[in-house]
């Protein structure tokens, strides 16, 4: 968490936020590492509808897309150290660990497979 006086990083907090199927929430941020050195972090949860109880992996059935582009820049990274979008998992995490200074990063959260609108929640921090 960032405290006055204590820490240099920044954050950004969406709660509750509803996306619809083929929708895209964009954030973007821009580096300042005048005061810090902090990973960039971006982290999407959601508590997805209920699924079959015979299913024990791989059931997600509103699935939300994470993944970052830098402006500038051609190419996504993409959540939990995969090379595509992850769509298995309900947490999603783009950690960055060294962002370039002066450029701005957007988040993309997007609406992939939903039978219904979903709520999610985002967390992202840095410089």
Known sequence: ????FKNAFGAVFVNAQRIGNGEVDK??????KSECSDPLSAT???TDIAGSPSCNQGCILNDLDLFVTQNGRSGRLFPNGLGSA???NN???V????P????????HVRGSQL???QDYSLVITGC
């Open 27 to 32: 954030y973007e941020v821009l580096i300042d």
């Open 115 to 117: 039978l219904q609108p």
């Open 86 to 88: 992850d769509t298995v």
């Open 91 to 93: 947490v999603e995490r």
């Open 1 to 4: 968490v960032p405290l006055a």
């Open 95 to 98: 950690r960055i660990e060294d």
């Open 44 to 46: 999407l949860v959601w």
């Open 100 to 107: 370039t200074e002066g450029a701005t990063y957007v988040i």
